[in-house]
């Protein structure tokens, strides 16, 4: 299931309650070969990136976990959580600029989106979409830069 944003710098996370045999996620889709993501089954957490597993990472969550992602100008960062309160953000970060016609032909755009493989249920709950500023991107480094800069001059 996926839709059309309507703007350029927004999160979307959502609950996943799932079956033992089942994995799913959510992902930012231009085509079949180009969607990036994050994703789980029982035991891992997945990271998609050109339609590929590029890593993962293990998980005590079990078949419940929440996750998000954030697309801020394009650079795409994945968050997760055991409690939908307290987010653990992820390691990796992904450029997405090229995802479009010029680069990659289709006249598509990125697609935020959910999805579910395997045999078994997925429950998706409590979904949100949020709209952000690109001025919340630049806070967030003015931030980790004087976090920084206090961390050294200690």
Do not use: C
Not at 40 to 45: E, L, P, Q, T
Request: proline share 1%.
């Amino acid at each position: 299931m996926m839709f059309v944003p309507g703007v350029h710098n927004y999160e979307i996370s959502v609950r996943i309650d799932k079956d033992s045999a089942t994995a799913a996620g959510i992902l930012l889709f231009y085509n079949a070969d180009f969607y990036v993501g994050t994703s789980f089954d029982s035991k891992k957490r997945y990271r998609w990136r050109k339609g590929y597993t590029k890593a993962s990472f293990e998980h005590s969550g079990n078949n419940l976990l929440w996750l998000k992602i954030r697309n801020i100008n394009n650079i795409v960062t994945g968050y997760y959580s055991y409690d939908g309160v307290k987010w653990t953000k992820e390691s990796w970060g992904m450029d997405i600029s090229g995802y479009h016609h010029n680069t990659l032909y289709d006249f598509m755009s990125v697609l935020p989106g959910l999805f579910a493989s395997g045999k078994g249920e997925v429950r998706f709950s409590e979904f949100k979409f949020t709209k952000l500023s690109s001025l919340f991107y630049l806070t967030d480094i003015s931030l980790q830069y004087k976090q920084t800069l206090q961390s050294t001059q200690q």
